[in-house]
Nanobody, 128 residues
C-alpha cells in the first residue's frame, strides 16, 4: 500500500554516478492523477535533519535544486510511467544518506513539513 516507492540506492564509490527512481503504484495518488503532484527529493543522514535536494513541478522541465547540489543533481519525471528520477553525479562521502521522494499539491516547497506523501526511502552509501 506504499504511495511512493524509491529504488536505485546502494553502495557506490566516490566520483560515481547514480540514478534513483520514485514510482507510484498506479496512475493516481490519493485519487489524483500522478501528473497533478509536485514531486520532490529529500535526503537524511544519520543524526541529521531531513534535507531538501530538489523539486520538479507538475509542468515538465521546471526544477529547483539545493544550492549545494545543483551542479551535481538533476530531477526528471515521466508522468506516463508515474515516475520521477534523481540523477546524481560525482558522488561524495557527504552524499551518504537515505533518499526519499515526496509529493505536494502545490508548487513549490523546500521544507519536508509541506509534504504529506512519502516513500519509504532508499539508502545511498558512498565509500572511498
Amino acid at each position: 500500500q506504499a504511495q511512493l516507492v524509491e529504488s536505485g540506492g546502494g553502495l557506490v564509490s566516490i566520483g560515481d554516478s547514480l540514478r534513483l527512481s520514485c514510482t507510484a503504484p498506479g496512475p493516481t495518488v490519493n485519487s489524483f492523477s500522478f501528473d497533478a503532484w509536485v514531486m520532490a527529493w529529500f535526503r537524511q543522514a544519520p543524526g541529521k535533519e531531513r534535507e531538501f535536494v530538489g523539486v520538479i513541478d507538475r509542468r515538465p522541465g521546471r526544477t529547483i535544486y539545493a544550492d549545494s547540489l545543483k551542479d551535481r543533481v538533476s530531477i526528471s519525471r515521466v508522468n506516463s510511467e508515474n515516475t520521477v528520477s534523481l540523477q546524481m553525479n560525482n558522488l561524495k562521502l557527504e552524499d551518504t544518506a537515505v533518499y526519499y521522494c515526496a509529493a505536494s499539491p502545490a508548487w513549490y516547497y523546500t521544507s519536508p513539513k509541506e509534504y504529506n506523501i512519502w516513500g519509504q526511502g532508499t539508502q545511498v552509501t558512498v565509500s572511498a
